[in-house]
């Protein structure tokens, strides 16, 4: 039985305090009982994972990096690797995003590197995917998402496919407040599912958690929460107001 998964994305937003802040107001605003049903991670920037670490302590609100870099360790200036983020609190990694597939030019073969050494030191890793707005108006949108999921996903054996979560965001649909009606939402993480059947396993399909981002928020989040295939959400402006935040965990947990 799969789980509403609703995860914030902070991108490059908050400084170290405001970002404790921020991760205490959140701990502050939820029940426990959201928590039977429903998983709720925050992705901070690098710099605040320890501190955002130490506040959600004793809580069970996960913790994830917005990257990773696939070596293990040397000379790559500027890069995070998996034991570092692993050793400040980190069980998630989002991977992939569309913000660094455009603006660090990653391709699907370095997101694959990722994926797959995010793998091999046990974090899970969130892989975004999704087309343009150009790709969705020629029409080409399901071969852009199959290639994404099979060269992001390249030596990914059936038994790793459960420990990864895929991330649908329309790139059109992220930040812009445009968001993919339910039904368009549905349609994709449907077909993203059916994938994964036919390429896997029809049973590691079926436990699959396939994530929807781009403009959630509180109006927003009961109509996508609710559509079919749909398993949570992956929330980035809306993700740094604590209330709207909490809004869209209790509604998950409600559905
Ligand atoms: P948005 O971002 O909610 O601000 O559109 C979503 C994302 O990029 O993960």
Redesign the pocket.
Known sequence: MRRKFIAG?W?MNLGYRESEKLAKEIKSKLEDKYFTKTDVLICPSFISLGIVNKAIKDTEIKLGAQDLYFENDGAFTGEVSSDMIKSVGCEYVIIG???RRKYQHESNKLINLKINKAIRSGLKPILCIGESLEEREDEIYESVIIEMLRDGLHEISTEDMSKIVIAY?PVW????GLNATPKQASEIHGFIRKYISDKYDPEIAKEQIVLY????NGKNAKDILSAKDVDGA?????SLKPDEFCDIVRIAYSI
């Open positions: 994305n991108k995003h569309s913000e965001e649909a992220i930040g812009t981002g781009g403009s959630v992956l929330i980035g402006g809306a």
